[in-house]
């Protein structure tokens, strides 16, 4: 499984499904089961906490976390249905916007309502690293980057890097055929 790089080109077909608004999931069934297991093994292939459809290429609602000392999660059409006033400043990356890191500020603390890939609604209260990674992979549903969350003058600086790797990538990958 292929995890989705961001060209940041018009005309891109990657950036068409990282920037679209994800569609939920109708069937809890073993075709869903097994994208949650794929996703699972792309997201430790890529050294992850977290991975959305939308990064595979499936548009749909449903998103793998593993953050530090929490249990591999499965969120199948989920909603944050309640978010803290404080807000906390962690730094974030993404396995589609490989090399590039920025502050991100968000909510603290979240209520987050889900559906399992067994099909079982769940709810949970988290804090700290899970509750990042979950708004995180949750803006992925929404065709949303966390590059959208800093400022203009920082996005700016985090897509010029991007593209400075992308060239570098291509030119090496000419050089070793
Ligand atoms: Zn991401």
Redesign the pocket.
């Known amino acids: 499984m292929e995890v989705l790089i961001l060209e940041n080109k018009t005309n891109s077909e990657k950036d068409r499904c990282l920037r679209q608004k994800a569609s939920p999931v109708k069937n809890f069934n073993e075709e869903i089961r097994q994208a949650a297991r794929n996703m699972m093994d792309a997201m430790r292939d890529g050294k992850g906490v977290g991975l959305a459809g939308p990064?595979v290429g499936l548009l749909r609602r449903i998103f793998v976390t593993h953050a530090d000392g929490d249990e591999p999660r499965v969120f199948i059409n989920p909603s944050i249905i309640w978010t803290s006033q404080e807000q906390v400043s962690i730094e974030e990356g993404?396995?589609?916007l490989p090399g590039v890191y920025a502050d991100v500020k968000r909510p603290g603390k979240i209520k987050i309502q889900a559906w399992n890939e067994k099909g079982r609604a769940f709810t949970l209260e988290v804090s700290g690293m899970l509750a990042r990674v979950i708004q995180?992979e949750y803006d992925?549903l929404e065709g949303i980057l966390?590059i959208d969350r800093v400022n203009e003058a920082k996005r700016e600086k985090l897509l010029s890097k991007l593209s400075k790797q992308a060239a570098g990538r291509e030119k090496s990958q000419k050089i070793s055929r």
């Open positions: 990064q993404c396995l589609s995180h992925h966390f």
